[in-house]
């Protein structure tokens, strides 16, 4: 670990100035100081923000609004968000391990960096962390890694969990600077990788994440996360699918379907929701709908397997969710 000064923020205005002159903020630190420890990452300055006030949970009748030092576990403890938005709760509860979700924040989740092995590796050629250098993944081990959004810079999966429930819901990323809290949307805020891959999303220096709001709709109540991995527990998505479906009067009225694991950003899947959108719920239909998951699709010389996974598993959740065998 390189040498760093570490500061805490009394307040928001000293927390966004130290932000803005190149500090590195930390709420509960889980990712931060795994990746200092590797040297991957060599913080000048290190903020602890934790004295912030966005510790609030608020369930309206519009919209849900999740302070962005909220801890992973009392989010998906909470009763009303248990009962609205059962996509977020699963999709908490699927992430890390209760120890880390005890400590991680909701804002700090979606800062996440990938979990590439190359880029987690100071001797291996990663873009992300070092622009220029190269991608080993693309000629490399690259089993885990993304089959929508890559470039010929990256090929890294995007690692939050979480994220994707969010990106199906449409929410909102509420960030602060010296001029007032800005929204940025959540399809809008993660960065494919094309040219720039060391540009992992849109906020600027100085800026802070203090909320996420996610709308109150009918169908985020009917919702439900699905993650595939190697092993039960303490893993990182191969695929995942967040599903929220209204169906009534025996037709599916609105449709919310992203993937995990298999995007360089949480992978939104209109085509899915549209071939669903004014159909009767059935077995079939879930089966053709899920066919057009991997749309787009471009696998590696060792991920070809995620190809059909994501269709596979889109469509058992889809079923999941409306109730189906």
């Known amino acids: 670990m390189h040498p760093f000064t570490f500061t805490k923020a009394a307040d928001e205005s000293a927390a966004l100035a130290a932000g803005a002159s190149g500090g590195r903020y930390i709420a509960g630190g889980t990712t931060l100081v795994d990746l200092m420890r590797e040297t991957v990452e060599r913080p000048e300055t290190v903020v602890?923000?934790?004295?912030?006030?966005?510790?609030?949970?608020?369930?309206?009748?519009?919209?849900?609004?999740?302070?962005?030092?909220?801890?992973?576990?009392?989010?998906?403890?909470?009763?009303?968000?248990?009962?609205?938005?059962?996509?977020?709760?699963?999709?908490?509860?699927?992430?890390?391990?209760?120890?880390?979700?005890n400590m991680?924040?909701?804002?700090?989740?979606?800062?996440?960096?990938?979990?590439?092995?190359y880029f987690r590796d100071v001797s291996a050629a990663c873009n992300r962390r070092s622009p220029g250098a190269g991608c080993a993944a693309i000629g490399g081990r690259n089993r885990t890694h993304a089959i929508f959004g890559t470039s010929e810079q990256c090929v890294a999966t995007h690692p939050s969990d979480l994220a994707v429930a969010l990106t199906a819901l449409d929410a909102l990323v509420?960030?602060?600077?010296?001029?007032?809290?800005?929204?940025?949307?959540?399809?809008?805020?993660?960065?494919?990788?094309?040219?720039?891959?060391?540009?992992e999303h849109n906020l600027r220096p100085g800026q802070l994440i203090v909320a996420i709001e996610i709308p109150v709709r009918p169908e985020s109540r009917r919702s439900g996360y699905l993650k595939v991995r190697d092993r039960a527990s303490y893993e990182f998505a191969l695929t995942s699918a967040a599903v929220?479906?209204?169906?009534?009067?025996?037709?599916?009225?609105?449709?919310?379907?992203?993937?995990?694991?298999?995007?360089?950003?949480?992978?939104?899947?209109?085509?899915?929701?549209?071939?669903?959108?004014?159909?009767?719920?059935?077995?079939?239909?879930?089966?053709?709908?899920?066919?057009?998951?991997?749309?787009g699709a471009k696998p590696l010389s060792e991920n070809g397997f995620k190809v059909e996974l994501i269709k596979r598993t889109v469509e058992r959740q889809l079923a999941t969710v409306a109730g189906l065998p």
Request: aromatic share 4%; charged share 20%.
């Open 244 to 295: 929220a479906l209204d169906i009534s009067g025996g037709i599916i009225r609105a449709a919310r379907v992203a993937a995990g694991g298999v995007g360089t950003v949480p992978w939104r899947l209109p085509a899915v929701e549209g071939a669903l959108i004014g159909r009767p719920p059935n077995a079939a239909l879930f089966h053709s709908a899920a066919a057009r998951a991997a749309d």
């Open 48 to 101: 602890d923000i934790n004295a912030l006030p966005y510790r609030s949970i608020e369930l309206g009748p519009a919209r849900l609004r999740v302070g962005s030092l909220v801890r992973m576990s009392d989010l998906a403890a909470d009763s009303g968000v248990r009962r609205q938005f059962p996509v977020i709760v699963e999709a908490l509860e699927l992430s890390a391990s209760a120890q880390l979700r």
């Open 174 to 199: 509420i960030t602060r600077d010296g001029n007032g809290e800005h929204p940025i949307r959540i399809s809008e805020f993660f960065r494919q990788p094309g040219t720039t891959p060391d540009r």
């Open 104 to 117: 991680a924040s909701i804002g700090g989740n979606l800062m996440q960096r990938p979990r590439c092995l």
